[in-house]
């Protein structure tokens, strides 16, 4: 048996705004390890339906890996990462062939820990640094993401479409997919099979899978070595692709009391007297407003969640953060104890996985992007980019997915490919190192 990989494969299917990445390290014709990092969609391209589509990616999948996968790494909890792991009717039940591919490890964020949730059932103020809360506080936000998607399907009458369509993008990411969740778990307890909850400096548990290759896992950070997860800076004229018009950043408005109760009361409307009307209508408004800044609030708090992995391959390196943002990048980058060794590691990547297919501030300009030595009109580096867009952010706030001054850069400095270009008949594509 070889004792490090000759080669490395990197092929990125076609799922729409989502993620899903095979990367196979080739060792011989005979021995090919396979990690499956995310499977997951909220909408696909050509009005494809997820319940024929996931399953026929899920086949491929399994062709590709010749039935066998090493890993499996489920970077976060958002449905465009983890909904193809569904066994549900949803996705025509693509996360049962994915299970018959027997991972002998499951790879999540420590925030994923069924036993870091265990009896919290409501969010508490007895310690900042408490990991029961801060999970409780995201399990409570789901809850309100069930809520508002509810409602977003069957809209009152104060609700414009728009609205109605952006509260049914974010609500639908961000329940908690509890089929896919189940279904991790089941495979992380197989027989023959660990799972790994992790986060910044802490073992992966791929060293004895991918002989040759060191792995390390750059975020996200645990409570314990950074609080910044805890909130998401909405704006940095430093890191974020903003266009120099940018439009002022907002801040999410608290839930006030009931607000989902009252929202849905449309019958409420032939009681209101003429007079107070115009007063009622901006209202409501502003509730679906606040209801809009919490799931995007939420939104945010599981990007910060996300899995950071860079493989170290020989000369080469590969990076993939998830759809990790400005507060989970900055402990590696900024705050950890070997942040300056961290950067110097990146600075030779060979392969970056986009982050949060292309957004606002998950590929920080100064921070990471500057310090790519391979970028440049010679496009040495290679970028993979997952995307669909007009499904999320807008134009106008400067906020569209893809960012339109990030892909302007990895087209002009670096080898990009992305399924955004991909044509109707194709499943995928690859980018190939040697190493």
Same mark, same amino acid.
């Given at each position: 048996?070889?004792?490090?990989?000759?080669?490395?494969?990197?092929?990125?299917?076609?799922?729409?705004?989502?993620?899903?990445?095979?990367?196979?390290?080739?060792?011989?014709?005979?021995?090919?390890?396979?990690?499956?990092? #995310?499977?997951?969609?909220?909408?696909?391209?050509?009005?494809?339906?997820?319940?024929?589509?996931?399953?026929?990616?899920?086949?491929?999948?399994?062709?590709?890996?010749?039935?066998?996968?090493?890993?499996?790494?489920?970077?976060?909890?958002?449905?465009?990462?983890?909904?193809?792991?569904?066994?549900?009717?949803?996705?025509?039940?693509?996360?049962?062939?994915?299970?018959?591919?027997?991972?002998?490890?499951?790879?999540?964020?420590?925030?994923? #820990?069924?036993?870091?949730?265990?009896?919290?059932?409501?969010?508490?103020?007895?310690?900042?640094?408490?990991?029961?809360?801060?999970?409780?506080?995201?399990?409570?936000?789901?809850?309100?993401?069930?809520?508002?998607?509810?409602?977003?399907?069957?809209?009152?009458?104060?609700?414009?479409?728009?609205?109605?369509?952006?509260?049914?993008?974010?609500?639908?990411?961000?329940?908690?997919?509890?089929?896919?969740?189940?279904?991790?778990?089941?495979?992380?307890?197989?027989?023959?099979?660990?799972?790994?909850?992790?986060?910044?400096?802490?073992?992966?548990?791929?060293?004895?899978?991918?002989?040759?290759?060191?792995?390390?896992?750059? %975020?996200?950070?645990? $409570?314990? &070595?950074?609080?910044?997860?805890?909130?998401?800076?909405?704006?940095?004229?430093?890191?974020?692709?903003?266009?120099?018009? %940018?439009?002022?950043?907002?801040?999410?408005?608290?839930?006030?009391?009931?607000?989902?109760?009252?929202?849905?009361?449309?019958?409420?409307?032939?009681?209101?007297?003429?007079?107070?009307?115009?007063?009622? #209508?901006?209202?409501?408004?502003?509730? %679906?407003? &606040?209801?809009?800044?919490?799931?995007?609030?939420?939104?945010?708090?599981?990007?910060?969640?996300?899995?950071?992995?860079?493989?170290?391959?020989?000369?080469?390196?590969?990076?993939?953060?998830? #759809?990790?943002?400005?507060?989970?990048?900055?402990?590696?980058?900024?705050?950890?104890?070997?942040?300056?060794?961290?950067?110097?590691?990146?600075?030779?990547?060979?392969?970056?996985?986009?982050?949060?297919?292309?957004?606002?501030?998950?590929?920080?300009?100064?921070?990471?992007?500057?310090?790519?030595?391979?970028?440049?009109?010679?496009?040495?580096?290679?970028?993979?980019?997952?995307?669909?867009?007009?499904?999320?952010?807008?134009?106008?706030?400067?906020?569209?997915?893809?960012?339109?001054?990030? $892909?302007?850069?990895?087209?002009?400095?670096?080898?990009?490919?992305?399924?955004?270009?991909?044509?109707?008949?194709?499943?995928?594509?690859?980018?190939?190192?040697?190493?």
């Amino acid at each position: 048996m070889a004792k490090a990989p000759k080669s490395v494969l990197l092929r990125s299917y076609q799922v729409g705004f989502g993620d899903c990445f095979l990367l196979t390290f080739v060792y011989s014709q005979q021995d090919k390890r396979h990690i499956l990092i #995310d499977f997951g969609t909220t909408e696909l391209p050509r009005k494809k339906k997820p319940s024929e589509h996931m399953p026929r990616v899920a086949r491929q999948i399994a062709a590709d890996c010749e039935g066998q996968l090493t890993a499996i790494v489920a970077t976060h909890r958002h449905a465009d990462h983890i909904s193809g792991f569904g066994t549900d009717s949803k996705t025509g039940k693509s996360g049962e062939i994915i299970y018959q591919l027997k991972p002998k490890l499951v790879i999540q964020p420590w925030t994923e #820990d069924p036993k870091a949730a265990k009896n919290a059932k409501r969010a508490t103020t007895d310690s900042a640094r408490s990991t029961k809360s801060f999970i409780s506080g995201l399990n409570a936000m789901h809850r309100v993401s069930e809520a508002v998607l509810a409602l977003s399907r069957r809209p009152p009458a104060w609700m414009g479409p728009q609205l109605a369509k952006d509260l049914q993008f974010l609500g639908m990411d961000n329940i908690k997919n509890r089929s896919a969740v189940e279904n991790l778990i089941k495979m992380g307890k197989a027989s023959g099979a660990k799972a790994a909850w992790v986060w910044y400096g802490s073992d992966a548990g791929l060293g004895k899978l991918l002989p040759g290759v060191k792995v390390r896992v750059l %975020g996200p950070p645990s $409570l314990e &070595q950074s609080e910044k997860i805890r909130k998401q800076r909405s704006k940095d004229v430093d890191q974020f692709w903003h266009l120099l018009a %940018g439009a002022a950043s907002s801040k999410a408005l608290p839930l006030a009391e009931g607000l989902i109760a009252r929202a849905s009361r449309t019958k409420s409307a032939a009681r209101t007297p003429p007079e107070a009307r115009w007063f009622r #209508d901006r209202l409501q408004r502003l509730r %679906g407003q &606040q209801m809009l800044e919490i799931v995007r609030s939420l939104d945010s708090q599981m990007n910060n969640t996300s899995v950071i992995l860079l493989f170290e391959v020989g000369s080469k390196k590969l990076l993939f953060p998830g #759809d990790a943002q400005i507060e989970n990048w900055s402990y590696a980058l900024e705050d950890a104890p070997d942040h300056k060794a961290v950067r110097k590691l990146l600075s030779r990547v060979d392969l970056y996985k986009v982050g949060h297919h292309g957004s606002l501030n998950a590929t920080p300009k100064k921070l990471l992007w500057d310090g790519f030595k391979k970028r440049g009109q010679r496009r040495q580096l290679k970028t993979a980019l997952s995307t669909l867009p007009g499904k999320h952010g807008k134009p106008v706030n400067d906020t569209e997915v893809p960012r339109r001054p990030l $892909l302007k850069a990895l087209r002009a400095e670096s080898e990009l490919k992305s399924t955004n270009d991909l044509k109707a008949k194709d499943l995928y594509f690859d980018h190939a190192l040697t190493v």
